[in-house]
Nanobody
């Protein structure tokens, strides 16, 4: 049973930083790509960042490029999303997801999803 568990969300002020974690378990993820997505109320779920579990290569949405960094710790089975210089428009429920294959920005390409962690950026 694959499990993805996100943590690290919270309420922060504009310009602050947060680090989200996604603990993955239940199978070997060596051939998998992990994605971070977010969904604000009334909006569609959108791609934020992705990382290849095997190579560590990353890909980012233009809206977060230069502010967010995705990384992974193979030993801990955990991927991270470091979010710097947060803006109010970053407010959303953040999900991590896994797919067997290369990084994709499409929601429908991912097989497994976590429950999400809320990030609120407000002064």
């Amino acid at each position: 049973q694959v499990q993805l568990v996100e943590s690290g969300g919270g309420l922060v002020q504009p310009g602050d930083s947060l680090r989200l974690s996604c603990a993955a378990s239940g199978r070997t993820f060596s051939n998998y790509a992990m994605g971070w997505f977010r969904q604000a109320p009334g909006k569609e779920r959108q791609f934020v960042a992705g990382i290849s579990w095997s190579t560590g290569s990353t890909f980012y949405a233009d809206s977060v490029k230069g502010r967010f960094t995705c990384s992974r710790d193979n030993a801990k089975g955990t991927v991270y999303l470091q979010m710097n210089r947060l803006k109010p428009e970053d407010t959303a429920l953040y999900y991590c997801a896994a797919r067997n294959g290369i990084i994709s920005a499409r929601v429908r390409d991912y097989d497994y999803w976590g429950q999400g962690t809320q990030v609120t950026v407000s002064s």
